[in-house]
């Protein structure tokens, strides 16, 4: 493994803002976000997207993993990133969250998001 995570808190804030509008075709992106924050480029990765996956439809889960995996500088990361309420879009969505998973009585997407883990770390 490599000494540290590979992406700081600023650059996955950056990458996390993509993922409102889906991270699946944004590996152009992604890398153009991680130059210009570090001057580095990144290593191979692969975007694994709880729509591709076809997990979440029901619920409203969205979500994305970024695995980066460099075998000979021993990089072998992996990045949940879980797209949040968007109140300016839809106001049923914050009283679902508010209510449903914030109460505990509803945890469809929490079952989701458990269901994508599950799936990506046996890959």
């Known amino acids: 493994m490599s000494k540290g995570p590979l992406l700081d ?6 990458i996390t803002q993509l993922e409102y ?8 992106k992604i890398r153009m976000i991680y130059k210009k924050e570090t001057g580095k ?8 997207s709880s729509k591709d996956m076809e997990i979440g439809k029901k619920s409203g889960f969205d ?10 500088n021993k990089i072998n990361q992996i990045y949940y990133i879980f797209r949040g309420t ?7 969505d914050v009283v679902y969250d508010a209510l449903g998973i914030g109460a505990g009585k509803k945890n469809n997407q929490i079952q989701d998001a458990k269901e994508m883990y599950d799936r990506i770390e046996k890959k």
């Not at 808190?9 to 950056?14: H, I, P």
């Not at 990144?42 to 975007?47: A, C, D, T, V």
């Not at 979500?63 to 000979?72: L, M, P």
């Open 21 to 28: 509008k889906d991270l699946s075709g944004k590996e152009d």
């Open 63 to 72: 979500g994305a993993a970024i695995h980066f995996y460099d075998k000979k």
């Open 41 to 48: 480029e990144l290593p191979e990765f692969k975007i694994y």
């Open 86 to 92: 968007e109140p300016a879009k839809d106001f049923g």
């Open 9 to 14: 808190e600023n650059v996955r804030n950056k």
